[in-house]
């Protein structure tokens, strides 16, 4: 009994307490059982109830992560939508390849970006970053080139992604001083068909990689840059193309009109700077036995050492066009064999570009441009354009030429109306009247009237003879080829011949029978000393006028060369003065050097007709 109410207390209870019978019990003995699967169906009933909250929490958390890669996908269509108008609202290239990159490392969360500009032979000619500071890019110095995992990119020009730059089996390694750098997202940018670049993002914000949608957003927005930049680059060419036709406008109008060459020219080279964004540019002509080139315009970086400079047509860069015919694109025009390292000394030039001023055999001079040493190569466009500006300068030369000539027919022709009005008039009446004293020298008994009228015979022989050699030089363009000129006639030469350089005629002006008393080799020395003295003017002077003065007194003649130029430099090279004190040594003459009384220098050069005492050196 005790042992049963310790198993079944409630049997033992009811059996104590109610005096049911034994069938009773047998039926109160089954009520633990329902009473236990009554339990467990209110235990199941709760679990129902709970389990379906517990999966609307679950619903609930993942509706609202996807809420937020809603919300965050959206703000980055806007982002890009942003950057689109922002990239494309300028039209400048170079404000538009900054505005990408800043656009791109924004959008993706990166902390540098690059973008960099393809040029020839698959290598960087560009480089433009975001992120860095400028003395950060001084300590790491130059700019890629394309080598390693940028260089990857330019060889096969598809979305590139990488964890680990380090790691990456085209790694190339980075240069001194360069900050730290691990995830990389690099896609190409190509306008129209071409490719014209890279975008290069790396380290994202939180030292995650970058992921797929970095990747698809990068790629939206190349093909949005390469829109941009085929404006901008539509643009530039439009603006250049006008440049173009300013310079050439103002070259025609220049040259036509009469203007003098080196201004006209200093003109061109200036506009040509402009359109072709130069440091440096420069016009170059042949002198008169085109042996040498005169840079007779420079505009830019150093133009103020250049102009006046001859080069030789056989060992300079500007001689090798000129001979050949064919423009010359140079990568470093200072490293180059063929320039002359002391023309600009201290100044280095990278990217050049030479066109001859014509075509193949009819080559009229050399237009150079430069950039400074580490400057971008020049765009596709500007070798072109600079090719047509060069011909269509050649054109307007030709047709100034033609104007010159006709202008020469003009003064010759004048020249001939004048010779035969001096023969026919001057000439004529002078000997008549000549004649006439000699009649009355020969009648009259007076020794003092005698002696007056034989000198006034004798300065009308004299007078006779100056406008015969007058005469003389208004028809020396007249002469035979196997005639030798007198000396009027080759100082007029002379003259003539750097006319084109100054971009003006020097006086000239004759006092005394130059051509009967001067002798041959007197002659040859005194054309010697006026060639190399206008050389000089030419190359140093920078003058606007000259003025050349032959005289002859009976004993000496005396070559006086005056300019308005800057004057002689207290320090320089004299060798050219030098050159002209011996030739005057040797003759037993003088020759000096001084400055003007308004500015500029006087050189007075003067020998006796026969060979004398020696009179010394002065200047």
Known sequence: ????????????????????????????????????????????????RVLPQLRIDELLDELQMRLGAVRSSRDRVRKLLEAVVGIGGGLKLETALARIV?????????????????????????????????????????????????????RHPEPLRAVDLAEHPQSYGFPAHHPPMHSFLGVPIRVRTEVYGNLYLTEKQGGVPFDAD???????????????????????ESRRRQQWLEATSELTRGLLSGLAVDEVLAGFAQRAATFAQADLVVVALPDAERE??????????????????????????????????????????????????????????????????GASGQVRGVLAIARVAGAAPFDTSIPQLTADLGVQAAVVLELADR?????????????????RDLHDLA?????????????????????AVAERIAQAISDLDDTIKVIRSTIFSLHSHDLADDEAPGVRAQVIVACERVAEQFGFSPSVRFSGPVDTLVP????????????????????????????????????????????????????????????????????????????????????????????GESEGVEG
């Open 1 to 48: 009994m005790n042992r049963l109410s310790r198993t079944c207390p409630r049997v033992a209870s009811v059996g104590l307490y109610d005096g049911s019978s034994r069938a009773d019990r047998r039926l109160d003995a089954a009520a633990p059982v329902e009473r236990s699967v009554s339990v467990n169906n209110r235990l199941g009933d709760e679990v129902s």
């Open 102 to 154: 800043q656009a791109a490392v924004t959008l993706v969360d990166a902390k540098y970006g690059a973008l960099g500009v393809l040029g020839g032979e698959q290598r960087l000619a560009g480089f433009i970053t975001v992120g860095m500071t400028p003395e950060q890019i001084a300590r790491i110095g130059p700019y890629p080139e394309g080598h390693g995992l940028l260089g990857e990119l330019i």
């Open 214 to 236: 970095d990747e698809a957003v990068l790629i939206a927005l190349a093909a949005a840059a390469g829109v941009a930049i085929d404006n901008a680059r539509l643009y530039d």
């Open 292 to 357: 040498d080139l005169v840079i007779v315009a420079a505009d830019g970086v150093g133009a103020e050492l250049l102009r006046g400079v001859a080069v030789g047509v056989e060992e300079s860069l500007l001689g090798s066009v000129f001979k050949s015919g064919e423009p010359e694109s140079v990568p470093e025009v200072s490293t180059d064999g063929r320039t002359r390292p002391d023309l600009a000394p201290g100044i280095q030039f990278g990217p050049g570009l030479l066109v001859p001023l």
């Open 403 to 419: 104007r010159r000539d006709s202008e020469l027919l003009s003064l010759y022709a004048d020249r001939d109306r004048i010779g």
């Open 427 to 447: 000439i004529q009446r002078l000997f008549a009247t000549s004649m006439s004293l000699q009649g009355a020298y020969k009648i009259t008994q007076k020794s």
């Open 520 to 611: 041959d080799d007197v002659a040859e020395h005194l054309v010697a000393v006026l060639r190399e003295a206008l050389s000089n003017v030419a190359r140093h002077a920078q003058a606007r006028r000259v003025d050349v003065e032959v005289t002859v007194d009976g004993t000496h003649v005396t070559l006086t060369v005056m300019d308005d130029g800057v004057g002689i430099p207290a320090t320089g090279r004299r060798s050219g003065l030098a050159n002209l004190a011996e030739r005057a040594q040797q003759l037993g003459g003088r020759f000096s050097a001084d400055p003007g009384g308004s500015g500029g220098t006087v050189l007075v050069w003067s020998v006796p007709l026969s060979r």
